[in-house]
């Protein structure tokens, strides 16, 4: 169910946002060779990169919602994260390379010798950065709605797009008004943004590959969940991790010591099922039963309540 929603919700936006670079990349470099714009020219080749980048997530969200197999009994879900490592990885060179341009164009002295550039580049930079912006928030709302590592880190190479196209138009409008270095300049701290977003992209694939838990406020809710549930006595343990996009949950319950083998399996089997109805990023629940034992202050609580009466 999870899986398919989110192999459903990629696809989708991925049509959409690989339609829309591949007008804009056309768009912007029409108007970085008619509106003599090296920046727009060298922004448009960004934009090609982002169908890349987009490819890579229909790729891994279709690999991760394969079912388990002999080899991956387990499931494909950290395929996605794969893929996102891999994104994060391209947003970091797009960005030093963003870095790299404007470090050696403040050196060189390059930005002097840019052509002054017409209107038509002006007007195409403003429009990149409001589509830019527009696919950034489509495909991050998208991304939180299935929890997909991949759309997210998509979401943040256009959101590196649409800076680049800042860099863009400020170096067009320093150009008209006579001050190019502003496009070096520009780079430089676009460059930073992107490098951040990437790193904390990929540690957040990270993160989901390596067993680590789930977050505190989703672990608190299953605890208190399974302690409602009727027959459980207490919660002895709980443990999560995260399995890709989604959770796995091994729990110990205790129930009273002398019940039938069926109706310690029922218990169990309703903690089981209730868990992943009420938390649908659950994939899988492990229940162990274990008899209920009385601590010694509740012995004492209890020896004092039969004395009095």
Not at 147 to 153: I, P, V, Y
Not at 212 to 228: A, M, R, V
Request: net charge negative; with cysteine.
């Amino acid at each position: 169910m999870i899986n398919s929603e989110l192999e459903k919700t990629a696809v989708k936006t991925s049509v959409v946002t690989i339609t829309m670079n591949t007008a804009l990349t056309l768009f912007k470099l029409f108007a970085g060779i008619f509106g003599a714009s090296y920046a727009l020219i060298s922004d448009a080749v960004h934009s090609a990169s982002d169908v890349f980048s987009t490819v890579i997530v229909l790729i891994g969200v279709k690999i991760s919602g394969k079912s388990a197999d002999k080899k991956h009994p387990f499931g494909h879900e950290r395929f996605e994260c794969v893929a996102a490592i891999i994104l994060s990885v391209v947003l970091l060179i797009t960005g030093a390379g963003i870095g790299y341009t404007g470090v050696m164009s403040l050196i060189t002295g390059a930005y002097n010798d840019f052509s002054e550039p017409k209107v038509i580049a002006l007007v195409a930079a403003a429009i990149s950065i409001v589509v830019k912006e527009a696919m950034f928030w489509y495909t991050i709302i998208a991304a939180k709605k299935v929890n997909s590592s991949a759309l997210k880190a998509d979401a943040w190479h256009h959101r590196s797009d649409a800076l680049s196209s800042i860099g863009s138009l400020i170096g067009v409008i320093g150009g008209m008004c006579g001050v190019p270095i502003l496009d070096s300049i520009a780079c430089l701290v676009i460059c930073l943004f992107i490098i951040k977003a990437a790193i904390q992209i990929f540690f957040d694939a990270i993160k989901k590959m390596t067993d680590e838990s789930c977050d505190e406020k989703t672990q608190n809710e299953i605890s208190e969940f399974i302690k409602s549930c009727d027959g459980v006595i207490n919660l002895d343990s709980l443990m999560t991790r995260l399995f890709g996009n989604r959770i796995y949950v091994i729990a110990e319950i205790a129930c009273v010591p002398d019940l039938p083998l069926y109706k310690a399996h029922e218990i169990a089997e309703n903690v089981h099922e209730g868990i992943e109805k009420q938390f649908p990023l659950v994939k899988h629940v492990t229940v162990h039963v274990n008899p209920y034992i009385k601590t010694e202050i509740e012995e004492s609580e209890n020896n004092e309540k039969t004395s009095a009466k």
